[in-house]
């Protein structure tokens, strides 16, 4: 019987991408160059965009960078409000895809989605301390689904206490609204608002504890779009804004059948119940009939995850299905590795199970090993379906499931039961 391996055994021409590089100190021939084509993209807004700056007064380099994550017009806008400092930005391998050579020069610095990798720690102690520039994370991590704040790890506020650093927060509006998450790809009407702010000096940071540095982090970076779409007055006209919302309101509140809300046009509705609801201009919902049970977006979209973290309380929640992996091992191409088979519940985590040239593998991550889910709506690089990906520290599997509309609650599951581990740890050590 063949040896169960923990890794993809992969042909010796298979180029590998090594994550632990130390970064380059970004050439300022790029430094322009960014410049330049953020100006370029930023004219494709066709509403405009404003950047306010908030106590950066007289404030250089270094210092820590923390961006909220809506969509890709937040690089524009944070290298046109940088300029002309230098900013070396986290970034993971998806988007070296293609163009590593590019992402070196302007002196990124590679990681795997929600994996812990202590070279990290050397790459940004370069960039903060000998080159003395701009450090850019986007602690989120990903896109945000829903237009509010996701997750923001305590190893942030730990990295700007070690390094001794300003800290400053880019907070995006408008961004989401213009291309949400599970609708990427039809940009809407919508005119975009940034402010640039420190919120935290460098003797601020080294008198406050990781814990407070922490807490300031949070509050600075919150954020709420449909909020903010409303009390600006901000109507989205296009008849196609509610398309695409049914992959985040995956569970109807009038029924509550999961995976089988769908949408078109102004309209999100269940296909079991028959219930539907409007999307408005200023981004509220309106049942067409009946009760409105969620006005706010946001509050259907947490009511789905209060309904998980209660399914797990129970025992009742597991997942299990086949799916169709693709890995990427390096920067250049992704592979193909047939069908597989995956289970997530609370004893195991994630384990994805399967066999590439007849060689069988089992990938793991266990669930105090992941906060989050890296989860992809109608994926550009691959399928444009829906997936998600578990990685390790040498490579990424991205699944596409068999079943239906199931990603978003799987990435409340993986960040519920990391809560839940994380509070018995804590009464435990009480």
Known sequence: MNEIKDYIDYPADVKKYD?????????????????????????????????????????????LLLCNHMQFIDFPIKYKATFPHRVHTIATLEGYYHKPWVMEQIGSICKRKFTTDISLVRSCAKVLREFKDVL??????????????????????????????????????GNYLRAPFW??????????YSTVKQI????????????????IIRKEMQYDEYKWQKDNNIRITEDFRAEGLHKVLYQCPHCMTESKMN???????CEHCGKKWEMTELGELKALEGETEFFHIPDWFEWERANVRKEIESGNYSFEDDV???????????????????????????????NYNGEPYRVQRTVKSLYSLHIEYDYCHIEP?????????????????SKENVITKLSFATEEMFKIANEKKEKTTA
Request: overall charge positive; glycine content about 6%.
């Open 19 to 63: 994550t632990s590089k130390l970064p380059k100190r970004q050439n300022f021939f790029f430094t322009v160059l960014l410049r330049l084509a953020s100006q370029l993209a930023l004219l494709t807004v066709k509403k405009g965009y404003k950047i306010e700056k908030i106590n950066m007064e007289g404030l250089k380099p270094p210092y």
């Open 136 to 173: 850019c994370i986007y602690p989120e991590a990903r896109y945000t689904p829903i237009g509010t704040c996701a997750i923001i790890p305590e190893v942030v506020g730990k990295l700007a206490k070690k390094n001794k650093v300003p800290v400053v927060v880019i907070l995006h509006h």
């Open 183 to 192: 609708d990427f790809r039809r940009k809407k009407a919508v005119p975009l």
């Open 200 to 215: 935290l000096t460098a003797e601020e940071v080294a008198e406050k504890s990781v814990d407070e540095i922490n807490e």
């Open 263 to 269: 949408s078109k046009g102004i309209h999100i509705f």
């Open 324 to 354: 169709r992996v693709y890995t990427l091992p390096g920067a250049h191409k992704y592979y193909y590795m047939g069908d597989a088979k995956v289970r997530h519940n609370i004893d195991e985590g994630f384990v994805l199970e399967g």
């Open 385 to 401: 379906l829906d997936c998600f990906d578990i990685s390790t520290q040498h490579d990424s599997f991205f699944c596409y499931p």
